[in-house]
């Protein structure tokens, strides 16, 4: 009996994975060149399917170049929730079964907050997604959640069991609740 193994290189673990971060990666460059960095093999009517997809081709074809608009540095001529869907675009089109988000939408006002999952949601179907957040709307969809505290895992579990059995995740669910209830009461509509 001879085991076969197979060897993971750097190279081949980031090919598999794709990344969208809070602070938006964007280049000093036109917004095809940045959705591409994804898929340099890219044409342009899969750069616009996947900008459509992330909720991001309206805005960008309102652009005075389209997808050849010049974004400036770090992507400053574009709001927080633009350039967040920029880079799901390039996620989208990078295609990659593993997807990594590392608090993707704590940035955001609740307009662009909205749009943005409505393009991760497209995003996210049938692949593998770690999720590092800190905001309750951003993993309220997800199979399990693993809660680290001062670097261990404390906890573990689908949403629900988790609201129902006392640890982190419940208190910190609770203070949010709390806290939208007292807001919504404020200006009496609770």
């Not at 971060?21 to 009517?45: K, P």
């Not at 974004?71 to 390039?90: D, F, N, P």
């Not at 991760?120 to 999720?131: Q, S």
Request: proline content about 2%; aromatic content about 6%.
């Amino acid at each position: 009996n001879s085991k076969k193994y197979s060897i993971l290189t750097h190279k081949s673990i980031r090919q598999n994975i794709a990344l969208v971060f809070q602070e938006n990666e964007l280049f000093s460059t036109s917004i095809r060149e940045n959705v591409a960095y994804g898929n340099l093999q890219a044409n342009d009517e899969g750069i616009i399917e996947a900008l459509k997809k992330a909720n991001a081709f309206e805005f960008v074809d309102k652009l005075p170049n389209g997808i050849n608009s010049e974004v400036g540095e770090r992507g400053v001529k574009l709001s927080g929730g633009q350039k967040q869907r920029i880079q799901i675009a390039r996620a989208i089109l990078k295609n990659s079964p593993i997807l990594i988000l590392d608090e993707a939408t704590s940035s955001l006002d609740a307009k662009s907050e909205k749009e943005v999952h409505e393009a991760l949601n497209i995003l996210m179907k049938d692949r593998m997604v770690i999720i590092i957040a800190h905001r309750f709307s951003t993993i309220q969809n997800v199979d399990k959640i693993i809660v680290i505290d001062e670097g261990k895992i404390v906890e573990s579990g689908n949403p629900g069991e988790l609201a129902k059995k006392p640890g982190i995740y419940s208190e910190l669910l609770h203070y949010q609740i709390e806290g939208n209830r007292k807001l919504l009461e404020k200006f009496e509509i609770y």
